[in-house]
Protein backbone atom coordinates (compact mmCIF):
# COMPACT_ATOMS: atom_id res chain seq x y z
CA UNK A 1 0.00 0.00 0.00
CA UNK A 2 1.43 3.20 -0.67
CA UNK A 3 2.00 5.91 1.50
CA UNK A 4 -0.89 8.24 0.17
CA UNK A 5 -3.31 5.58 0.59
CA UNK A 6 -2.06 4.76 4.23
CA UNK A 7 -2.68 8.21 5.03
CA UNK A 8 -5.84 8.79 3.28
CA UNK A 9 -7.05 5.57 5.12
CA UNK A 10 -5.80 7.03 8.40
CA UNK A 11 -7.44 10.76 8.05
CA UNK A 12 -11.38 8.49 7.01
CA UNK A 13 -10.32 6.23 10.63
CA UNK A 14 -10.06 9.83 12.19
CA UNK A 15 -12.58 11.70 10.63
CA UNK A 16 -15.19 8.67 12.07
CA UNK A 17 -13.96 7.99 15.28
CA UNK A 18 -13.06 11.96 16.00
CA UNK A 19 -16.50 13.08 14.61
CA UNK A 20 -17.71 16.69 14.87
CA UNK A 21 -21.21 15.03 15.40
CA UNK A 22 -19.81 12.66 17.91
CA UNK A 23 -18.24 15.69 20.01
CA UNK A 24 -21.24 18.03 20.23
CA UNK A 25 -23.08 15.21 21.33
CA UNK A 26 -21.02 13.90 23.60
CA UNK A 27 -20.07 17.69 25.20
CA UNK A 28 -23.95 18.27 25.50
CA UNK A 29 -24.38 14.90 27.55
CA UNK A 30 -21.89 16.26 30.29
CA UNK A 31 -24.04 19.09 31.35
CA UNK A 32 -21.28 21.77 32.49
CA UNK A 33 -22.97 24.23 35.09
CA UNK A 34 -22.57 26.93 32.93
CA UNK A 35 -20.02 30.21 33.96
CA UNK A 36 -20.15 33.50 32.93
CA UNK A 37 -16.43 34.76 32.16
CA UNK A 38 -16.07 37.38 35.37
CA UNK A 39 -16.72 40.92 34.66
CA UNK A 40 -14.90 42.26 36.86
CA UNK A 41 -11.45 41.28 36.09
CA UNK A 42 -8.66 43.91 35.39
CA UNK A 43 -5.19 43.90 34.83
CA UNK A 44 -4.01 43.44 38.30
CA UNK A 45 -5.98 40.72 39.40
CA UNK A 46 -5.72 38.01 36.17
CA UNK A 47 -5.32 34.19 37.40
CA UNK A 48 -3.95 31.77 34.89
CA UNK A 49 -3.92 28.10 35.17
CA UNK A 50 -1.05 26.19 33.05
CA UNK A 51 -1.79 22.46 32.62
CA UNK A 52 0.90 19.63 33.05
CA UNK A 53 -0.17 16.18 32.06
CA UNK A 54 0.76 13.14 31.33
CA UNK A 55 0.25 11.30 27.74
CA UNK A 56 -2.60 8.75 28.38
CA UNK A 57 -3.66 7.03 24.79
CA UNK A 58 -7.73 7.20 25.15
CA UNK A 59 -9.47 4.65 22.69
CA UNK A 60 -12.44 7.07 22.53
CA UNK A 61 -12.60 10.89 21.98
CA UNK A 62 -15.44 10.72 24.60
CA UNK A 63 -12.26 9.81 27.48
CA UNK A 64 -10.10 12.25 25.69
CA UNK A 65 -12.92 14.99 26.38
CA UNK A 66 -13.42 13.77 29.83
CA UNK A 67 -9.47 14.31 29.96
CA UNK A 68 -9.54 18.36 29.48
CA UNK A 69 -12.54 18.71 31.85
CA UNK A 70 -11.01 17.23 35.04
CA UNK A 71 -8.60 20.02 34.15
CA UNK A 72 -10.95 22.48 33.16
CA UNK A 73 -12.70 21.85 36.22
CA UNK A 74 -9.62 22.95 38.48
CA UNK A 75 -8.97 25.62 36.78
CA UNK A 76 -12.73 27.09 36.91
CA UNK A 77 -12.95 25.59 40.41
CA UNK A 78 -9.81 27.55 40.85
CA UNK A 79 -11.09 30.74 39.56
CA UNK A 80 -9.11 31.06 36.43
CA UNK A 81 -9.41 33.22 33.34
CA UNK A 82 -7.32 31.92 31.12
CA UNK A 83 -6.05 27.84 31.37
CA UNK A 84 -3.06 26.53 28.87
CA UNK A 85 -2.77 22.84 27.77
CA UNK A 86 0.35 21.68 26.61
CA UNK A 87 2.74 21.14 23.29
CA UNK A 88 1.29 18.03 21.29
CA UNK A 89 -1.78 18.18 23.57
CA UNK A 90 -3.08 15.54 20.96
CA UNK A 91 -0.87 12.97 21.43
CA UNK A 92 -3.54 10.71 23.05
CA UNK A 93 -5.64 10.43 20.40
CA UNK A 94 -3.24 7.65 18.93
CA UNK A 95 -4.87 5.46 21.03
CA UNK A 96 -8.36 5.08 18.43
CA UNK A 97 -5.57 3.66 15.64
CA UNK A 98 -6.62 -0.25 16.07
CA UNK A 99 -3.64 -2.22 17.34
CA UNK A 100 -1.98 1.23 18.76
CA UNK A 101 -2.10 0.01 22.69
CA UNK A 102 -0.09 -3.17 21.85
CA UNK A 103 2.33 -0.96 19.40
CA UNK A 104 2.45 2.04 22.10
CA UNK A 105 3.47 -1.02 24.79
CA UNK A 106 6.24 -3.13 22.61
CA UNK A 107 8.30 0.79 21.72
CA UNK A 108 7.91 2.47 24.99
CA UNK A 109 9.18 -1.06 26.86
CA UNK A 110 12.23 -1.70 24.16
CA UNK A 111 13.26 2.25 24.25
CA UNK A 112 13.38 2.27 28.41
CA UNK A 113 15.03 -0.48 28.22
CA UNK A 114 17.75 1.38 26.10
CA UNK A 115 17.17 4.20 28.06
CA UNK A 116 18.80 2.25 31.15
CA UNK A 117 21.91 0.76 29.21
CA UNK A 118 22.68 3.56 26.59
CA UNK A 119 21.15 7.13 27.54
CA UNK A 120 23.03 8.51 24.15
CA UNK A 121 21.45 6.52 21.46
CA UNK A 122 18.30 5.48 22.62
CA UNK A 123 17.22 8.68 20.56
CA UNK A 124 18.33 7.93 17.38
CA UNK A 125 17.33 4.18 17.46
CA UNK A 126 13.38 5.33 17.70
CA UNK A 127 13.76 8.92 16.05
CA UNK A 128 15.49 6.53 12.90
CA UNK A 129 13.35 4.18 12.77
CA UNK A 130 10.08 6.16 13.38
CA UNK A 131 10.55 8.95 10.84
CA UNK A 132 8.82 8.02 8.15
CA UNK A 133 5.87 6.47 10.01
CA UNK A 134 5.19 9.28 11.89
CA UNK A 135 5.01 11.80 9.02
CA UNK A 136 2.50 9.76 7.33
CA UNK A 137 0.76 9.27 10.91
CA UNK A 138 0.81 13.39 11.28
CA UNK A 139 -0.04 13.80 7.95
CA UNK A 140 -3.23 11.33 7.72
CA UNK A 141 -4.62 12.71 11.50
CA UNK A 142 -3.87 16.16 11.12
CA UNK A 143 -7.16 17.41 9.64
CA UNK A 144 -9.56 15.84 11.49
CA UNK A 145 -7.71 16.51 14.87
CA UNK A 146 -7.56 20.08 14.00
CA UNK A 147 -11.10 20.02 13.40
CA UNK A 148 -11.90 17.91 16.37
CA UNK A 149 -9.69 20.06 18.57
CA UNK A 150 -11.28 23.31 17.57
CA UNK A 151 -14.76 22.04 18.27
CA UNK A 152 -14.05 20.59 21.56
CA UNK A 153 -12.49 24.18 23.21
CA UNK A 154 -14.70 26.24 21.23
CA UNK A 155 -17.33 24.19 23.07
CA UNK A 156 -15.59 23.87 26.71
CA UNK A 157 -14.66 27.12 26.29
CA UNK A 158 -18.42 28.63 25.97
CA UNK A 159 -19.10 26.44 28.94
CA UNK A 160 -17.22 27.11 31.18
CA UNK A 161 -16.77 30.68 30.32
CA UNK A 162 -12.77 30.75 30.17
CA UNK A 163 -10.27 31.66 27.69
CA UNK A 164 -8.18 28.71 26.47
CA UNK A 165 -5.21 27.95 24.82
CA UNK A 166 -5.30 24.61 23.10
CA UNK A 167 -2.01 22.95 23.28
CA UNK A 168 -0.33 22.68 19.74
CA UNK A 169 -1.70 19.78 17.21
CA UNK A 170 -0.50 19.12 13.90
CA UNK A 171 -1.77 21.55 11.56
CA UNK A 172 -2.37 21.00 7.79
CA UNK A 173 -2.18 23.56 5.18
CA UNK A 174 -1.58 22.28 1.68
CA UNK A 175 0.55 19.29 2.48
CA UNK A 176 2.99 21.26 4.54
CA UNK A 177 2.68 20.43 8.51
CA UNK A 178 3.10 22.69 11.40
CA UNK A 179 3.41 22.61 15.13
CA UNK A 180 0.82 25.13 15.78
CA UNK A 181 -2.07 26.10 18.57
CA UNK A 182 -4.96 28.02 19.01
CA UNK A 183 -6.57 30.76 21.39
CA UNK A 184 -10.11 30.22 22.05
CA UNK A 185 -12.08 33.56 23.54
CA UNK A 186 -15.44 32.19 26.66
CA UNK A 187 -17.93 32.90 23.79
CA UNK A 188 -16.26 29.82 22.20
CA UNK A 189 -14.75 31.99 19.31
CA UNK A 190 -10.92 31.41 17.83
CA UNK A 191 -9.01 34.39 18.66
CA UNK A 192 -6.17 33.09 16.49
CA UNK A 193 -3.52 30.52 15.63
CA UNK A 194 0.38 30.10 15.82
CA UNK A 195 2.56 28.05 14.03
CA UNK A 196 5.60 27.70 15.81
CA UNK A 197 8.54 28.98 15.00
CA UNK A 198 11.95 27.37 15.98
CA UNK A 199 11.70 23.55 15.35
CA UNK A 200 13.25 20.54 17.18
CA UNK A 201 15.68 18.50 14.93
CA UNK A 202 12.86 16.14 15.73
CA UNK A 203 10.45 17.95 14.02
CA UNK A 204 12.76 18.99 11.52
CA UNK A 205 13.11 15.57 10.56
CA UNK A 206 9.52 14.17 10.09
CA UNK A 207 8.98 17.07 8.04
CA UNK A 208 7.32 19.79 9.77
CA UNK A 209 7.34 23.02 8.47
CA UNK A 210 7.84 26.22 10.75
CA UNK A 211 6.58 29.92 10.63
CA UNK A 212 8.28 33.14 10.34
CA UNK A 213 5.42 35.28 11.66
CA UNK A 214 4.23 35.81 15.15
CA UNK A 215 0.83 37.47 16.05
CA UNK A 216 0.09 39.54 19.53
CA UNK A 217 -3.65 38.66 20.58
CA UNK A 218 -5.41 41.53 22.72
CA UNK A 219 -7.32 39.58 25.71
CA UNK A 220 -9.71 42.36 28.15
CA UNK A 221 -6.87 42.18 30.31
CA UNK A 222 -3.85 42.07 28.31
CA UNK A 223 -1.99 40.95 25.35
CA UNK A 224 -1.02 37.84 24.52
CA UNK A 225 1.56 35.56 22.19
CA UNK A 226 1.42 31.86 21.60
CA UNK A 227 4.65 30.79 20.81
CA UNK A 228 6.08 26.81 21.10
CA UNK A 229 8.67 24.92 23.14
CA UNK A 230 12.12 25.68 21.35
CA UNK A 231 10.65 29.08 20.64
CA UNK A 232 11.27 30.02 23.74
CA UNK A 233 15.02 28.89 23.44
CA UNK A 234 15.64 32.29 21.40
CA UNK A 235 15.86 35.51 22.70
CA UNK A 236 14.78 36.84 19.52
CA UNK A 237 11.33 35.51 19.54
CA UNK A 238 10.80 37.47 22.96
CA UNK A 239 11.89 40.40 22.10
CA UNK A 240 9.37 40.58 19.13
CA UNK A 241 6.68 39.31 21.55
CA UNK A 242 7.67 43.00 23.34
CA UNK A 243 7.84 44.85 20.39
CA UNK A 244 4.53 43.90 19.49
CA UNK A 245 2.86 44.91 22.72
CA UNK A 246 2.92 41.54 24.06
CA UNK A 247 2.34 41.26 27.91
CA UNK A 248 2.41 37.43 28.28
CA UNK A 249 3.80 34.72 26.58
CA UNK A 250 1.56 31.28 26.17
CA UNK A 251 4.48 28.92 25.90
CA UNK A 252 3.53 25.15 25.32
CA UNK A 253 5.85 22.65 25.70
CA UNK A 254 6.95 18.46 25.67
CA UNK A 255 10.47 18.24 25.99
CA UNK A 256 11.78 15.14 24.29
CA UNK A 257 14.42 14.84 27.12
CA UNK A 258 15.09 13.94 30.00
CA UNK A 259 14.63 16.41 32.59
CA UNK A 260 17.50 18.47 34.47
CA UNK A 261 16.45 21.88 36.07
CA UNK A 262 19.58 23.15 34.12
CA UNK A 263 17.97 21.75 30.48
CA UNK A 264 14.74 23.78 31.92
CA UNK A 265 16.49 26.87 32.41
CA UNK A 266 17.59 26.56 28.67
CA UNK A 267 13.84 28.02 27.76
CA UNK A 268 11.29 30.30 29.58
CA UNK A 269 12.72 31.69 32.26
CA UNK A 270 15.59 33.26 31.29
CA UNK A 271 13.71 34.62 28.66
CA UNK A 272 11.11 35.92 30.99
CA UNK A 273 14.27 38.02 32.97
CA UNK A 274 15.53 39.45 29.88
CA UNK A 275 12.45 41.01 28.23
CA UNK A 276 9.90 41.77 30.92
CA UNK A 277 6.71 39.45 30.41
CA UNK A 278 4.89 37.14 31.75
CA UNK A 279 5.75 33.63 31.10
CA UNK A 280 2.86 30.93 31.27
CA UNK A 281 4.13 27.87 30.28
CA UNK A 282 2.24 24.30 30.43
CA UNK A 283 3.73 20.95 29.39
CA UNK A 284 3.35 17.20 28.42
CA UNK A 285 5.21 14.62 29.82
CA UNK A 286 4.98 10.89 29.89
CA UNK A 287 6.27 7.63 27.03
CA UNK A 288 4.30 7.40 23.54
CA UNK A 289 6.02 5.43 20.76
CA UNK A 290 9.01 5.00 22.35
CA UNK A 291 9.59 8.62 23.15
CA UNK A 292 10.30 10.05 26.54
CA UNK A 293 8.82 13.60 27.11
CA UNK A 294 9.22 15.42 30.58
CA UNK A 295 8.88 18.55 31.64
CA UNK A 296 7.35 20.73 34.34
CA UNK A 297 4.10 23.44 34.23
CA UNK A 298 5.44 26.74 35.31
CA UNK A 299 4.46 30.55 35.97
CA UNK A 300 7.35 33.24 35.74
CA UNK A 301 7.65 36.86 36.26
CA UNK A 302 10.52 38.77 36.35
CA UNK A 303 13.02 38.44 39.65
CA UNK A 304 11.64 41.94 40.93
CA UNK A 305 7.61 40.69 41.10
CA UNK A 306 8.19 37.40 42.77
CA UNK A 307 8.38 36.70 46.74
CA UNK A 308 11.84 35.18 46.98
CA UNK A 309 13.29 37.17 43.97
CA UNK A 310 13.93 33.90 41.85
CA UNK A 311 11.76 34.68 38.86
CA UNK A 312 8.98 31.90 40.01
CA UNK A 313 5.17 32.76 40.72
CA UNK A 314 4.36 28.73 40.81
CA UNK A 315 6.42 25.61 39.49
CA UNK A 316 5.23 22.11 39.55
CA UNK A 317 6.29 20.01 41.87
CA UNK A 318 7.57 17.14 39.36
CA UNK A 319 8.20 16.93 35.99
CA UNK A 320 5.70 14.23 35.41
CA UNK A 321 2.54 13.55 36.13
CA UNK A 322 -0.28 15.68 36.38
CA UNK A 323 -0.80 18.99 37.93
CA UNK A 324 -2.73 22.11 37.22
CA UNK A 325 -0.74 25.16 38.74
CA UNK A 326 -2.03 28.52 38.85
CA UNK A 327 -1.00 31.93 39.62
CA UNK A 328 -2.31 35.60 39.72
CA UNK A 329 -0.20 38.26 37.37
CA UNK A 330 -0.81 41.80 37.64
CA UNK A 331 0.21 43.58 34.42
CA UNK A 332 -0.04 47.40 35.99
CA UNK A 333 2.69 45.77 38.11
CA UNK A 334 4.32 44.56 35.57
CA UNK A 335 4.90 47.94 33.60
CA UNK A 336 5.87 49.34 36.62
CA UNK A 337 8.37 47.07 37.28
CA UNK A 338 9.64 48.07 33.81
CA UNK A 339 10.23 51.56 34.70
CA UNK A 340 12.54 50.61 37.71
CA UNK A 341 14.48 47.90 35.76
CA UNK A 342 18.61 47.72 36.93
CA UNK A 343 19.71 45.64 34.34
CA UNK A 344 17.19 45.79 31.40
CA UNK A 345 15.09 48.01 29.46
CA UNK A 346 18.17 50.40 28.21
CA UNK A 347 17.73 51.40 24.45
CA UNK A 348 21.46 52.16 22.66
CA UNK A 349 19.95 53.27 18.88
CA UNK A 350 23.52 53.60 17.09
CA UNK A 351 24.68 49.68 18.16
CA UNK A 352 21.01 48.89 17.52
CA UNK A 353 20.81 50.71 13.42
CA UNK A 354 21.02 47.67 11.15
CA UNK A 355 21.39 45.13 13.84
CA UNK A 356 19.78 42.52 11.54
CA UNK A 357 21.72 42.74 8.42
CA UNK A 358 24.97 43.32 11.15
CA UNK A 359 24.20 40.04 12.63
CA UNK A 360 22.00 37.36 11.09
CA UNK A 361 23.13 38.28 7.42
CA UNK A 362 19.93 39.17 5.98
CA UNK A 363 19.72 42.14 3.18
CA UNK B 1 43.39 26.76 25.85
CA UNK B 2 43.44 27.15 29.75
CA UNK B 3 41.48 30.06 31.28
CA UNK B 4 41.57 31.51 34.58
CA UNK B 5 38.98 33.87 36.53
CA UNK B 6 39.39 35.93 39.94
CA UNK B 7 37.33 36.67 42.59
CA UNK B 8 38.73 38.33 45.88
CA UNK B 9 36.50 38.10 48.81
CA UNK B 10 35.00 41.80 50.11
CA UNK B 11 37.53 41.83 53.26
CA UNK B 12 40.24 41.29 50.50
CA UNK B 13 39.16 44.31 48.40
CA UNK B 14 39.23 46.18 52.15
CA UNK B 15 42.83 45.26 52.96
CA UNK B 16 44.24 46.85 49.47
CA UNK B 17 44.76 50.24 50.47
CA UNK B 18 47.29 51.93 47.88
CA UNK B 19 47.26 51.42 44.04
CA UNK B 20 50.23 49.57 44.30
CA UNK B 21 49.02 47.18 46.96
CA UNK B 22 46.54 46.42 44.34
CA UNK B 23 49.44 46.02 41.57
CA UNK B 24 51.26 43.93 43.99
CA UNK B 25 48.03 41.54 44.35
CA UNK B 26 47.40 41.49 40.26
CA UNK B 27 50.84 40.00 40.25
CA UNK B 28 50.77 37.87 42.86
CA UNK B 29 47.57 36.07 40.82
CA UNK B 30 49.19 36.34 37.46
CA UNK B 31 51.89 34.17 39.23
CA UNK B 32 49.88 31.73 40.29
CA UNK B 33 47.93 31.31 37.45
CA UNK B 34 51.54 31.04 35.02
CA UNK B 35 52.29 28.28 37.21
CA UNK B 36 49.66 26.52 36.63
CA UNK B 37 49.97 27.09 33.02
CA UNK B 38 46.93 29.15 32.12
CA UNK B 39 46.40 30.81 28.48
CA UNK B 40 44.37 33.66 29.65
CA UNK B 41 43.32 35.51 33.03
CA UNK B 42 40.08 37.48 33.64
CA UNK B 43 40.41 40.11 36.48
CA UNK B 44 36.75 41.05 38.21
CA UNK B 45 34.49 43.78 36.56
CA UNK B 46 35.55 47.48 38.20
CA UNK B 47 39.29 46.27 39.50
CA UNK B 48 40.36 49.49 37.31
CA UNK B 49 38.19 51.95 38.76
CA UNK B 50 38.74 50.31 42.28
CA UNK B 51 42.45 51.43 41.48
CA UNK B 52 41.48 54.93 40.63
CA UNK B 53 39.62 55.42 44.29
CA UNK B 54 42.56 54.09 45.88
CA UNK B 55 44.39 57.12 44.59
CA UNK B 56 41.75 59.56 44.91
CA UNK B 57 40.98 61.35 47.97
CA UNK B 58 37.56 62.13 48.03
CA UNK B 59 35.48 58.56 47.25
CA UNK B 60 31.91 59.62 46.20
CA UNK B 61 31.39 57.99 42.84
CA UNK B 62 30.32 61.02 40.91
CA UNK B 63 33.67 62.56 41.85
CA UNK B 64 35.83 59.40 40.72
CA UNK B 65 33.88 59.56 37.55
CA UNK B 66 34.30 63.04 36.71
CA UNK B 67 38.18 62.64 37.35
CA UNK B 68 37.87 59.03 35.28
CA UNK B 69 41.62 58.13 33.90
CA UNK B 70 42.37 54.48 33.30
CA UNK B 71 46.11 55.23 31.79
CA UNK B 72 48.02 54.86 34.88
CA UNK B 73 45.84 51.26 35.67
CA UNK B 74 46.16 50.69 32.01
CA UNK B 75 50.32 51.26 32.12
CA UNK B 76 51.26 48.98 34.76
CA UNK B 77 49.08 46.16 33.66
CA UNK B 78 50.85 46.33 30.26
CA UNK B 79 53.82 46.46 31.83
CA UNK B 80 53.38 43.41 34.01
CA UNK B 81 52.00 41.47 31.34
CA UNK B 82 55.22 42.36 29.63
CA UNK B 83 56.83 39.29 32.63
CA UNK B 84 54.44 36.85 31.87
CA UNK B 85 53.54 35.16 28.98
CA UNK B 86 49.59 35.44 29.92
CA UNK B 87 46.78 37.01 27.69
CA UNK B 88 45.40 39.47 30.77
CA UNK B 89 41.98 41.20 30.75
CA UNK B 90 42.19 43.58 33.90
CA UNK B 91 38.66 43.80 34.52
CA UNK B 92 36.96 46.96 33.52
CA UNK B 93 37.86 50.80 33.99
CA UNK B 94 36.25 54.07 33.07
CA UNK B 95 37.97 55.76 30.46
CA UNK B 96 37.09 59.27 29.54
CA UNK B 97 36.69 60.09 25.56
CA UNK B 98 35.97 63.82 24.97
CA UNK B 99 33.00 64.37 27.37
CA UNK B 100 32.24 60.78 27.34
CA UNK B 101 32.60 57.64 30.17
CA UNK B 102 32.61 54.57 29.32
CA UNK B 103 33.25 51.63 31.07
CA UNK B 104 35.64 49.72 28.95
CA UNK B 105 37.81 46.69 29.08
CA UNK B 106 40.67 45.09 27.05
CA UNK B 107 42.74 42.15 26.32
CA UNK B 108 46.50 42.83 27.08
CA UNK B 109 49.08 40.75 25.78
CA UNK B 110 53.16 41.44 26.11
CA UNK B 111 52.67 44.81 26.71
CA UNK B 112 50.47 45.74 24.37
CA UNK B 113 46.39 46.47 24.12
CA UNK B 114 45.33 43.99 21.85
CA UNK B 115 41.09 44.42 22.04
CA UNK B 116 39.57 47.05 23.90
CA UNK B 117 35.13 46.78 24.50
CA UNK B 118 33.32 49.42 25.50
CA UNK B 119 30.09 48.72 27.56
CA UNK B 120 27.24 48.36 25.02
CA UNK B 121 24.32 48.77 27.11
CA UNK B 122 24.12 51.00 30.55
CA UNK B 123 22.55 49.82 34.12
CA UNK B 124 19.85 52.14 35.78
CA UNK B 125 22.82 53.67 37.82
CA UNK B 126 25.03 54.28 35.08
CA UNK B 127 22.53 55.55 33.27
CA UNK B 128 21.94 58.27 35.86
CA UNK B 129 25.78 58.82 36.43
CA UNK B 130 25.48 60.02 32.68
CA UNK B 131 27.98 56.99 31.16
CA UNK B 132 27.72 56.57 27.40
CA UNK B 133 27.63 53.27 25.25
CA UNK B 134 29.78 51.92 23.04
CA UNK B 135 28.21 50.92 19.40
CA UNK B 136 30.05 47.65 18.29
CA UNK B 137 31.45 44.33 19.36
CA UNK B 138 35.08 42.95 17.31
CA UNK B 139 36.67 39.83 17.98
CA UNK B 140 40.52 38.91 18.76
CA UNK B 141 42.27 35.82 17.62
CA UNK B 142 44.54 34.36 19.91
CA UNK B 143 45.85 30.91 19.84
CA UNK B 144 43.49 30.19 16.75
CA UNK B 145 40.96 31.20 19.50
CA UNK B 146 38.49 33.91 18.52
CA UNK B 147 37.62 36.07 21.85
CA UNK B 148 35.20 38.45 23.04
CA UNK B 149 34.94 40.66 25.30
CA UNK B 150 31.06 40.81 27.04
CA UNK B 151 31.18 43.41 30.03
CA UNK B 152 29.19 43.83 32.92
CA UNK B 153 25.61 45.01 32.11
CA UNK B 154 25.89 43.73 28.76
CA UNK B 155 25.37 40.46 30.02
CA UNK B 156 21.55 40.99 30.11
CA UNK B 157 21.43 42.18 26.91
CA UNK B 158 21.32 38.82 24.43
CA UNK B 159 21.84 40.80 21.06
CA UNK B 160 24.87 41.61 22.24
CA UNK B 161 26.38 37.80 22.84
CA UNK B 162 24.20 36.80 19.97
CA UNK B 163 25.87 39.10 17.51
CA UNK B 164 29.24 37.66 19.34
CA UNK B 165 28.54 34.41 18.89
CA UNK B 166 27.43 34.58 15.06
CA UNK B 167 30.67 37.09 14.45
CA UNK B 168 32.32 33.46 15.56
CA UNK B 169 33.10 34.07 19.12
CA UNK B 170 34.42 30.76 20.78
CA UNK B 171 35.49 32.54 24.64
CA UNK B 172 33.69 35.21 26.25
CA UNK B 173 35.52 37.12 28.80
CA UNK B 174 33.13 38.96 31.34
CA UNK B 175 34.26 41.27 34.01
CA UNK B 176 31.33 42.10 35.80
CA UNK B 177 29.75 43.45 39.36
CA UNK B 178 26.25 43.82 39.96
CA UNK B 179 24.77 46.44 42.75
CA UNK B 180 22.08 45.13 44.96
CA UNK B 181 20.91 42.73 47.12
CA UNK B 182 23.19 39.48 46.24
CA UNK B 183 21.09 36.61 44.19
CA UNK B 184 21.70 34.06 42.59
CA UNK B 185 18.77 33.95 40.10
CA UNK B 186 20.59 37.50 38.61
CA UNK B 187 23.78 35.78 37.60
CA UNK B 188 21.86 32.89 36.22
CA UNK B 189 19.74 35.26 33.70
CA UNK B 190 23.66 36.90 32.58
CA UNK B 191 26.20 35.03 31.04
CA UNK B 192 25.21 31.50 32.21
CA UNK B 193 21.88 31.43 29.84
CA UNK B 194 23.98 33.67 26.90
CA UNK B 195 26.49 30.86 26.87
CA UNK B 196 23.31 28.46 26.73
CA UNK B 197 21.67 30.30 24.17
CA UNK B 198 25.14 30.96 22.33
CA UNK B 199 26.95 27.68 23.09
CA UNK B 200 30.36 29.53 23.72
CA UNK B 201 32.71 29.16 26.74
CA UNK B 202 32.59 32.24 28.65
CA UNK B 203 35.02 33.52 31.90
CA UNK B 204 33.12 35.41 33.97
CA UNK B 205 34.96 37.51 36.60
CA UNK B 206 32.84 38.98 39.53
CA UNK B 207 34.17 42.11 41.36
CA UNK B 208 32.82 41.74 45.10
CA UNK B 209 34.42 44.97 46.35
CA UNK B 210 32.90 48.98 46.58
CA UNK B 211 33.16 52.32 44.87
CA UNK B 212 32.46 55.33 47.04
CA UNK B 213 29.14 54.24 48.68
CA UNK B 214 28.24 51.80 45.79
CA UNK B 215 28.59 47.93 46.96
CA UNK B 216 28.71 44.97 44.14
CA UNK B 217 28.25 41.26 43.96
CA UNK B 218 29.32 38.51 41.92
CA UNK B 219 30.60 35.34 41.54
CA UNK B 220 33.52 34.29 38.97
CA UNK B 221 32.36 31.42 37.09
CA UNK B 222 33.66 29.29 33.65
CA UNK B 223 30.74 28.36 31.82
CA UNK B 224 30.40 26.07 28.54
CA UNK B 225 27.37 24.62 27.05
CA UNK B 226 25.38 22.01 29.32
CA UNK B 227 26.08 18.99 27.42
CA UNK B 228 29.50 19.11 28.03
CA UNK B 229 29.58 19.97 31.66
CA UNK B 230 30.00 17.32 34.25
CA UNK B 231 27.35 17.69 36.36
CA UNK B 232 25.08 18.93 33.04
CA UNK B 233 24.72 22.30 34.62
CA UNK B 234 27.17 24.45 32.37
CA UNK B 235 29.89 25.06 35.09
CA UNK B 236 33.07 24.02 34.24
CA UNK B 237 34.23 25.94 37.88
CA UNK B 238 33.05 28.27 39.72
CA UNK B 239 34.08 29.78 42.95
CA UNK B 240 31.23 29.37 45.23
CA UNK B 241 32.65 31.87 47.17
CA UNK B 242 35.24 29.83 48.50
CA UNK B 243 37.89 30.44 45.86
CA UNK B 244 39.82 33.35 44.62
CA UNK B 245 41.55 31.77 41.25
CA UNK B 246 39.59 29.14 39.40
CA UNK B 247 40.92 27.59 35.81
CA UNK B 248 39.54 25.35 33.32
CA UNK B 249 40.41 23.79 30.34
CA UNK B 250 38.51 24.64 27.60
CA UNK B 251 38.17 22.38 25.02
CA UNK B 252 36.68 23.40 21.20
CA UNK B 253 36.32 19.28 19.88
CA UNK B 254 34.31 18.65 23.08
CA UNK B 255 32.20 21.99 22.39
CA UNK B 256 31.60 21.15 19.08
CA UNK B 257 30.17 17.90 20.32
CA UNK B 258 27.97 19.13 22.72
CA UNK B 259 26.91 21.43 20.01
CA UNK B 260 26.30 19.11 17.46
CA UNK B 261 23.81 16.85 20.13
CA UNK B 262 21.71 20.09 20.68
CA UNK B 263 22.64 22.85 18.19
CA UNK B 264 20.90 26.59 18.82
CA UNK B 265 22.23 28.61 15.89
CA UNK B 266 21.25 26.00 13.26
CA UNK B 267 17.71 26.58 13.80
CA UNK B 268 17.74 30.62 13.52
CA UNK B 269 14.54 31.91 11.62
CA UNK B 270 16.54 34.73 10.15
CA UNK B 271 12.97 35.61 8.01
CA UNK B 272 10.97 35.64 11.69
CA UNK B 273 13.90 38.45 13.13
CA UNK B 274 13.10 40.65 10.39
CA UNK B 275 9.92 41.21 12.51
CA UNK B 276 11.98 42.76 15.20
CA UNK B 277 11.31 46.51 14.73
CA UNK B 278 13.88 47.65 16.69
CA UNK B 279 16.88 46.46 14.99
CA UNK B 280 15.44 47.64 11.81
CA UNK B 281 17.33 49.80 9.75
CA UNK B 282 16.44 53.67 10.54
Redesign the interface.
Same mark, same amino acid.
Given at each position: MSVVNIEVLIEKWFNKKISLERIEKYCQQLSIKKRRFPEDISQENIRVSCVQRQIHPVNSIERYIDMLCGFMNQAVKDNSHLIIFPENNFFDLFGVIPGFHCLNQILNKKAAKVKDKEK?EKKEFHLKGNNHFLTTIFKGVAKPIEAGIKRIFSLLAKEYGIYIYTGSYILKEKEAIYNAGSLFNPEGNLIGTQKK??? @??FE?KIGIK?? !???DVYSLPFGKVVCPIC?DA?????F??AR??GADMVILPIANLEEY?I??A??GI??RV??SYLYGLKSSLNGWIVGMHFTGKAGIFAP?LITEK???VLSLSPSYEGNHLITANINIKRLYETRE?????E??? @???????????? !??N | MKAASVEWKKNEWKRIDKPKALVYKIKEYLEKAIKEQVDIIVFPGFTGCFFQQLSCPDRSMRNLINKADSREYIEQVKELSQGYKIAICPGTYWQKEKNNIYNESSLIINGEVQLKQRQIYLARWERELGFSRGVKIELREIKDWRLALIISTDVFYPQVSRMAALKGAEIVLSPVGFIGENNRALQISGMWQEVQQNQFFAVESGFNGFLGEQSFWGESVIYAPLEMTEGGDGYLERSSGQQSLIIAELDNKKRRKAISKFDVLSQLNREFYQQMKMFRGR
Open positions: DMHL @TDVRA !SKMMTYFETRIEITWKLRWPQELKDGKAEYQDKN @TEFEEKYIEKTY !SV | -
